[in-house]
């Protein structure tokens, strides 16, 4: 069979017929990654099995993935919740190509919908969040919707048998009849959380070089927890932002912003957390460090007959000119790598605390 013609639900099908948990593993067309060989009960029989059906699709069980796996089930498990709408850059690197791997189960975990979309520089697009209502989208922005499942669509009947009651015992218009008509709030999508691929190292490196630049440990305007997941309600913007040049969106009038408050209300009963009237920011590798990532993918090299490409796509990292302090920092990181790796941990850790602190008595 031609890996192009590979029907993702026929193999997952299968894979459920012959034994195989599918929230254990993730897909893609050519490569099937095992995450937790126990719990997903992928035997070298049942690969073989598999592999009568499928020969062109090749299995990934690696060890390292498996704790890449677990680092990052600990954050997502207390930050998305179930048929949540997930935005993911579209991967540039591999670090953001294997965020897409490992995220991929969740969707049949959880139920949710992972939606990438581009956007050239994260940091501004995060501090332009807004502060009261969460991020959102038009479906019609959208790529290979078909795949995707919202709440708000399938409440579509729901929605029309409720507007023909309205429109009955208010009596309304033929003119206001036709003002409802053209707004479709099935449009929108309400994006829960955003997540980037930022891991433990790159965070690391940026305490240390605000440290060594005599700025002290870098406090953000929100109040973090230890898992470092940024909670937006202090950012400041308008209702939408458009991710292609980062500038306010134009749904601001009066029409839209009704789509939006009544989408928002209709999926406001499906999130369970407190703080979800704001599009979440999480980083799920937050504690992946880079030498995890690496050793991972490098080994693909003996597994697999055909990398991706991505996979050669190192993440870039810039510097500001002129800063005495990268190569102190890098340095630095260096010596932390070789002589104690573990000490990076402690670093986010007694950041997270000391920011902890600080922002409970700002608030007091």
């Known amino acids: 069979m031609n890996k192009d013609n590979i029907n993702k639900k026929e193999v997952l099908k299968l894979l459920g017929i012959i034994g195989i948990d599918t929230r254990y593993i993730s897909y893609t067309p050519n490569i099937i990654y095992i995450n937790d060989q126990r719990f997903a009960k992928f035997s ?52 953001d190509y294997l965020l897409k791997i490992v995220l991929e189960p969740y969707t049949r975990k959880y139920g949710i919908n992972i939606i990438e979309y581009d956007i050239d520089d994260i940091e501004s697009f995060i501090s332009n969040l807004n502060s009261e209502k969460p991020f959102f989208l038009n479906i019609n922005e959208l790529e290979n919707i078909h795949d ?19 429109r009955e015992e208010k009596e309304e218009t033929k003119e206001e009849e036709k003002k409802k008509k053209s707004i479709d709030s099935d449009n929108i999508v309400i994006i829960d959380s955003i997540l980037t691929s ?6 690391v490196e940026s305490i240390l070089s605000s440290i060594f630049k005599g700025k002290g440990i870098p406090i953000s305007s929100s109040k973090n927890n230890i898992n470092n997941k940024i ?8 209702n939408g932002i458009d991710i292609n040049n980062n500038t306010d969106n134009n749904i601001n009038n009066n029409a839209n912003n009704n789509i939006y408050n009544n989408t928002y ?17 999480v980083y ?17 090299d003996n597994e697999l007959n055909s990398k991706p490409e991505i996979l050669n796509k190192s993440k870039d990292v810039s510097y500001p000119d002129n800063d005495s302090s990268v190569e102190i920092t890098k340095s630095f990181m260096e010596f932390i790598e070789e002589i104690i790796p573990q000490y ?21």
Do not use: H
């Not at 909670?231 to 308008?238: D, L, V």
């Not at 460090?289 to 490098?298: G, I, K």
């Open 44 to 95: 070298k029989k049942r690969q073989e099995t598999f592999k009568k059906y499928y020969p062109e699709i090749e299995i990934v069980s690696s060890g390292i993935l498996r704790k890449i796996c677990i680092k990052f089930s600990e954050i997502i498990a207390n930050e998305i919740s179930p048929k949540n709408n997930v935005l993911i850059l579209k991967p540039k690197n591999k670090v």
């Open 148 to 166: 995707l499942k919202f709440m708000n669509r399938k409440r579509k009947e729901e929605k029309k048998e409720k507007e023909c009651k309205e």
């Open 198 to 203: 930022l891991t433990l190292d790159e965070k």
């Open 231 to 238: 909670n937006t309600k202090n950012y400041s913007n308008t």
């Open 265 to 281: 209300k209709r999926n406001k009963s499906n999130n369970d957390k407190k703080d979800n009237k704001q599009t979440k920011v």
């Open 284 to 300: 799920p590798f937050i504690n992946v460090p880079n030498s995890w990532v690496d050793t991972f993918l490098d080994s693909l």
């Open 344 to 364: 990076k941990w402690n670093i986010l850790k007694s950041s997270n605390f000391i920011e902890e602190k600080l922002n409970d008595i700002k608030n007091d």
